[in-house]
């Protein structure tokens, strides 16, 4: 039997996520073999409905990495984007699936160790939840 | 402008049940504004559809599309095409709009995607508050600008009831009370005199909707 | 001006001229050095204060703790310099009133206590508006406990007379810090530089801190000095009891230097005077001046919050530069490297005579705006703004372009976008389009 290897879509926001992934890239870290990523130049720039998308096209789980709160280069995107995230899970709670399957998680450029650890984690625990049965 | 929100989930999956392909409309004024049935939450809600649907194991196609308003008839027109390709219409536009998409196609059922709440204000990003009740006759002039019939819980004319404490209401502690808003406002206004005129009762049988749905008609305007 | 194209084509916006104009608000040292060394350049500077004249805050200060130069003497001629400098404008008992436009056209509404109204269109803006010092909560020790500037003051004014203090001479004074303040330098950097002259008046001076704060250049050495003359130090963790006896104070601490706590005695340092820390308050005018600025309040009133992702003296609009106190109290040295680095960012930004927009710009499409305003009230650089729009037409028969009757919808300003996105993610009409 295959174990199931889940798709993850990973938002980065270009001032802390993308930094810290071109960091894991070069450290030559692991990473998960069904990822995908996505720059934003903010995380205020990812809409809800990009959220709610990512699952609805075959994610298993959608990540998004940003600057600490009162970090962020715009002053507000990530205080937005919290708002957003928050509002996705309410609609993943009346569709009925996890909300494990979205998280923020907040990074800086050197984080990418912890970028990949995150993300890892992320991979066994979609492994458990089993795939997206939405999608 | 009316304000609305979103209907429960379970509610408009189960009408939508027996359909396999629907047209989500929206409408890109009021709802648009408050953040119930524009282009970005028709996108969200039929989004969560599709995937409910899925997960029942029953998908379901959803075509979207947001008229500029749904309560004018070119507008409703626009979507004849789309319509006919679809076996019902969820329509996340208030309930005028429903209603004209209702009257233009007689053979499709539309169904209300949000409930239209009330006529109400923006009173900061992201919070609505009910202002007014369309009672047909306006007496702001008589109440320094603030309706009690939209805003006393007891729709009360001639001051406050017992209950009024502290400056909030005693049926919702949380809000202010109508009538101590009228006097605050009219004592900073220098016209507080006003208010010992005696406010009639309404005349609600004849102005109001209680003798049945109202009309306007300008004959001068017809064509 | 900039033309948009919609259909999802993208129209590079149009490079915006930049004039050598610029307007200072608060004529402080800050305001003043900046427009000094602008007006060098050969920039037209106006200068509004809202004071009756110049100087500020520093007005209250006469020691430099880095250098023997008379603090008011000094000033004194910078402001004579300004004066007799043709292309820098002094407005006096001036508010700005009225923000509009941005980068490279502002239009400033200037209202001068007399009222006579100014227009100017700048093409930056900076604002030096300093903070307010205020004397801190009365601490038990009565009149004999005085605040910093009010030391500042004494010592000015015994020059060549020995130190008194309500007709009673002045022997000993302790210093006690870190009771106001917490993060700040400006206190340390005051009661060292202070007790270094008192020291040479022949007083026994004590600093009783929680944290000296050395980090300004040249600190240490002074420290030293002032360990060398005789300043006795006192580190404290518990906030030191004052209790007035008959004609003096007695500041009660730990004994820090043995370690353990039990055996710690007291130490009572009987003092003519004790100084404390002041309170600093942003100035008054700052929560009007952020409202019609368009500019992030900071906390506690101050202006911007420090930010990594952003330099110190950007804004959180292109064009609008902060410098000086406004921030945050800081000691002279640090309020003139904000100028300067003011003076730097001005003159790179202003230099090439254009600006064009290099970051990825929003755009509305007016025939999707239902006019919501939620893009103008999220954008954190206010670059949105509401405007008739020839093109849109959803509402009316085929638009007639500023024929004054359309309906308005947003518009974004590409010279004052920093391309976030966060419109674009909020609008609930899905009209807004990042063009990366
Ligand atoms: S249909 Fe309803 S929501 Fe849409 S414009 Fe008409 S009144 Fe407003
Ligand atoms: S008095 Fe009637 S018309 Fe006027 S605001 Fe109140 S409910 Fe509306
Ligand atoms: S958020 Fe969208 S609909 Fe609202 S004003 Fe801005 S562009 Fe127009
Ligand atoms: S992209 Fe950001 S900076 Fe530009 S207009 Fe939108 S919210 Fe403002």
Redesign the interface.
Same mark, same amino acid.
Do not use: P, Y
């Given at each position: 039997m295959s174990i199931f290897d889940p798709k993850i879509v990973a938002f980065c926001c270009e001032q802390s996520g993308v930094p810290a992934a071109e960091m894991a890239k070069t450290l030559k870290l692991k990473m998960p073999d069904n990822l995908e990523l996505v720059p934003v130049p903010c995380s205020g720039r990812i809409e809800t409905l990009y959220l709610l998308k990512a699952l609805e096209s075959g994610a298993d789980g959608v990540v998004v990495f940003a600057c600490y709160e009162e970090n962020c280069r715009y002053l507000q995107g990530n205080i937005r984007l919290k708002g957003r995230v928050g509002y996705a899970k309410q609609i993943m709670a009346k569709i009925g699936l996890e909300s494990e399957r979205l998280e923020i998680f907040h990074v800086a450029t050197n984080s990418g160790v912890k970028f990949t650890e995150i993300l890892m984690q992320k991979v066994d625990q979609l492994r458990q939840l089993g795939p997206n049965p939405a999608k | 402008m009316i304000k609305a929100e979103q209907k429960p989930?379970?509610e408009i999956l189960e009408y939508l049940a027996p359909y396999g392909k629907i047209l989500l409309s929206g409408c @890109? /004024?009021c709802v648009?504004?408050c953040?119930a049935g @524009?282009?970005?939450?028709g /996108?969200?809600l039929a989004?969560?559809l *599709?995937? /409910?649907r *899925?997960?029942m194991g029953k998908p379901i196609e959803i075509l979207e599309s947001?008229p /500029? *308003?749904q309560c004018e008839p070119e507008f409703a027109q626009e979507l004849t095409d789309t319509i006919g390709k679809v076996e019902a219409v969820l329509s996340v536009s208030c309930g005028v709009g429903v209603q004209t998409l209702a009257r233009y196609f007689p053979a499709t059922q539309i169904f209300p995607g949000v409930n239209t709440t009330f006529m109400g204000e923006?009173v900061a990003?992201g919070v609505w508050e009910e202002r007014c009740q369309a009672c047909g006759n306006c007496i702001l002039e008589k109440t320094a600008g603030i309706c009690p019939i939209a805003r006393c819980a007891k729709q009360l004319l001639n001051g406050p009831c017992g209950g009024s404490s502290k400056g909030k209401c005693e049926i919702k502690r949380e809000t202010d009370c109508a009538w101590q808003l009228i006097y605050d406002r009219s004592k900073s206004l220098g016209q507080l005199h006003r208010l010992s005129a005696i406010i009639p009762a309404k005349q609600w049988g004849v102005e109001s909707r209680d003798s049945g749905p109202r009309s306007i008609v300008r004959e001068d305007l017809k064509v | 001006m900039y033309q948009t194209v919609y259909g999802g084509k993208y129209a590079a916006p149009a490079p915006i001229n930049l004039k050598p104009e610029v307007l200072i608000i608060g004529g402080g040292v800050v305001g003043i050095t900046i427009a000094r060394e602008l007006a060098r350049e050969g920039m037209q500077v106006v200068i509004a204060e809202n004071g009756e004249s110049l100087g500020g805050g520093i007005r209250h200060l006469h020691f430099f703790y880095d250098r023997h130069t008379d603090v008011q003497q000094w000033l004194d001629d910078m402001i004579a310099d300004v004066e007799s400098t043709g292309n820098i404008i002094v407005h006096k008992g001036a508010q700005l009133k009225r923000l509009d436009g941005h980068l490279g056209c502002f239009q400033a509404l200037i209202r001068t206590r007399d009222g006579g109204e100014t227009v100017l269109s700048p093409s930056v803006l900076v604002l030096a508006t300093g903070c307010i010092t205020r004397p801190s909560a009365a601490m038990n020790g009565g009149d004999r406990v005085i605040g910093l500037s009010e030391m500042e003051k004494l010592l000015a004014g015994s020059r060549d007379v020995s130190l008194a203090w309500k007709g009673q001479p002045v022997k000993t004074v302790t210093y006690l810090l870190d009771r106001t303040n917490d993060d700040i330098k400006i206190d340390t950097v005051n009661a060292v530089k202070q007790s270094l002259i008192l020291q040479e008046k022949g007083c026994r001076v004590a600093v009783v801190a929680g944290d000296l704060k050395v980090s300004a250049s040249g600190m240490e050495r002074l420290y030293r000095r002032a360990r060398e003359k005789g300043v006795l130090f006192f580190k404290y963790d518990e906030p030191p009891v004052l209790s007035p006896t008959d004609d003096r104070v007695s500041v009660e601490l730990q004994d820090m230097t043995i370690l353990r706590k039990e055996e710690r005695d007291t130490v009572s340092l009987l003092s003519d005077l004790v100084v404390t820390g002041e309170t600093f308050t942003a100035d008054p005018t700052a929560e009007e001046l952020c409202r019609v600025i368009k500019l992030r309040p900071g906390t506690s009133g101050m202006l911007m919050d420090d930010n990594p992702q952003f330099q110190r003296v950007l804004s959180n609009r292109r064009g609008i530069f902060l410098a000086g106190a406004c921030r945050f109290p800081q000691i002279v040295t640090e309020s003139l490297s904000e100028a300067h680095a003011v003076v730097q960012e001005v003159k790179a930004l202003l230099h090439p005579g254009a600006y064009t927009p290099a970051n990825p710009v929003a755009e509305v499409d007016p025939r999707k705006c239902a006019v919501c305003y939620t893009c103008v009230r999220l954008c954190p650089h206010a670059a949105i703004g509401m405007e008739k729009h020839g093109e849109r037409n959803v509402y009316a028969a085929p638009a007639v372009e500023n024929d004054g009757t359309l309906w308005g919808a947003a518009r974004i300003e590409p010279v004052a976008c920093f391309g976030c996105g966060i419109c674009a993610a909020e609008c609930p009409a899905r009209a807004i389009t990042l063009y990366q």
């Open positions: - | 989930f379970e @890109g /004024a648009t504004v953040n @524009g282009e970005k939450d /996108a969200l989004s969560a *599709r995937m /409910a *899925r997960k947001t /500029a *308003r923006t990003h | -």
